[in-house]
């Protein structure tokens, strides 16, 4: 028979090394580093991925990140060199490379979170003091962000942290300032766009004038060969009427007695105020030569007979 007391001690002594191998093997993932403490001395760290073994009920393992961790900064107001206030909003990316220093340090993620965000807003301030504002916005911004990061890395190095990359985010004036710069920006253009305004219209004025002053020039022109044009036509018909005058002074006559008529008798409204005895004017009516009737001599009254004398008696 078997003895019970054996198997009882066997299966205990099992459990035991079941226990022991359990609390001896721990795992760390591609995304952790670990840190063994021995009766609380750290030991040197464990940065290689896979299976591991510590003393059990001895060493105990602190696991860190491998990670590149971000740190988000709230919103710092800082006075630029030229004493404009401006509202940074920053944040940095960072990764524990001294996981032993990092413990013996901060501790915690959270701690180490803490400690830099003060490293991280001493830095911003002292160099984007020594900037202008036109330079953090515009100008300078990677050269100054450069800068920030090289200075928080010489703080940072002594909590076992590599600071990767340090951003400003954003960077602006304070809410009244930026109402305040707003509305001065705004007066300005408006200014610019009246003096651009204004010197438009004296170049439309100077243009304008100019423009009139040629036409005034070219219509005088116009008028003064006009006029000699219509002088030389008006000679040249003065001319063509003596010849045709000389030529047939009765045709001429009646040729401006039939201007005359279309002129004087039209179809609308006619009236002539003329003379009984302008038998001149409408001499082509009664004669087609135009020459004026005879004059008919008036009647000579006959002379009365002498009244009958009456006999004188003889005495």
């Known amino acids: 028979m078997r003895n019970p007391f054996l198997g009882g001690f066997a299966l205990v002594v099992f459990v035991v090394l079941v226990v022991v191998i359990y609390s001896s ?41 491998n990670r590149i961790l971000d740190l988000e900064n709230p919103s710092q107001e800082v006075i630029a060199s030229d004493q404009k206030r401006m509202v940074v909003d920053a944040f940095a990316r960072y990764r524990i490379t001294n996981p032993l220093r990092f413990f013996q ?51 940072a190095s002594g909590f076992g942290i590599t600071v990767i990359d340090v951003r400003i985010r954003r960077a602006d004036l304070p809410e009244a ?15 610019e766009a009246a003096e651009i305004r204004a010197q438009g219209n004296e170049a439309a004025q100077r243009t304008r004038a100019r423009a009139e002053r040629e036409a005034s020039i070219v219509v005088a022109d116009a008028t003064s060969k006009g006029e000699q044009l219509r002088g030389e036509g008006d000679a040249e018909r003065n001319k063509i009427f003596a010849d045709a005058y000389g030529r047939d002074p009765d045709f001429f006559a009646f040729y401006r007695s039939m ?12 009236r002539l105020v003329i003379s009984p005895d302008s038998s001149s004017f409408f001499r082509y009516f009664a004669n087609p030569n135009g020459s004026s009737p005879a004059p008919v001599a008036p009647a000579v009254p006959a002379a009365p007979a002498p009244a009958p004398q009456a006999a004188v008696p003889a005495r």
Not at 31 to 42: D, E, F, K, S
């Open 259 to 270: 201007q005359a008529f279309e002129s004087s008798l039209r179809p609308n409204d006619t």
């Open 105 to 155: 340090s901060v501790g915690t993620i959270d701690a180490a979170n803490s400690r830099l965000a003060t490293v991280l807003n001493s830095s911003l301030r002292r160099v984007l003091g020594e900037s202008t504002f036109i330079g953090v916005v515009r100008d300078e911004r990677e050269a100054l962000m450069t800068r920030i990061k090289e200075q928080v890395n010489r703080e």
């Open 177 to 191: 300032n930026s109402q305040a710069v707003f509305q001065r920006m705004q007066t300005e253009r408006q200014r």
């Open 25 to 65: 093997a721990f795992i760390v993932s591609q995304t952790q580093q670990a840190l063994v403490l021995r009766l609380g001395n750290p030991q040197p760290p464990i940065t290689t991925p896979g299976l591991h073994w510590k003393l059990p009920f001895i060493d105990s393992v602190v696991y860190l990140d």
